[in-house]
């Protein structure tokens, strides 16, 4: 996985988690900052309420009721980590990766990868359903 991006004289504290995707779609500097940045939009389109964060030392992270996907960037691939990706349907077969898990599932993606922005977004779409459903399913606990 990219190092901590660098964010110049300003401390990484006080860096929102997207100036920090930012810095790291930049920093990159290739066919990966190209994916992710690409991703990053399709996600934001498919969902305009996401929240962008930054988790475990570096990792782009999108929420909306709990964990979207992730956008972890390798040499070799960048992967697209769906929190609760065994649960989703996947009818155009999105999903490439860590397919052998109860919960997760990803989609790699190579360099001169085409990606499926329809299907993506569907994805999205249903990630989020899935997150709402699982929050509207929780007792609500009553004050004393």
């Known amino acids: 996985m990219s190092k901590q991006p660098t964010t110049g004289s300003k401390d990484l504290a006080e860096t929102s988690p997207s ?9 990159l500097n290739d066919w990966r900052g190209e994916a992710l940045a690409r991703v990053r939009t399709l996600i934001k389109d498919a969902d305009p309420e ?3 964060e930054w988790k475990w030392r570096g990792v782009p992270v999108w929420s909306h009721g709990g964990i979207l996907c992730t956008g972890e960037t390798y040499k070799a691939v960048v992967k697209l980590t769906f929190a609760k990706g065994a649960a989703l349907e996947d009818p155009s077969g999105l999903f490439n990766s860590s397919l052998d898990g109860n919960t997760r599932r990803a989609i790699d993606i190579h360099e001169g990868d085409a990606i499926d922005e329809m299907a993506l977004k569907a ?3 249903a ?3 899935l997150n709402a459903s699982k929050t509207a399913a929780r ?3 009553s004050k004393k």
């Open 19 to 27: 100036q920090l995707i930012d810095a790291r779609i930049k920093e």
């Open 50 to 52: 996401a929240v962008e």
């Open 123 to 125: 994805l999205i779409r």
């Open 127 to 129: 990630a989020v359903a």
């Open 139 to 141: 007792p609500t606990r």
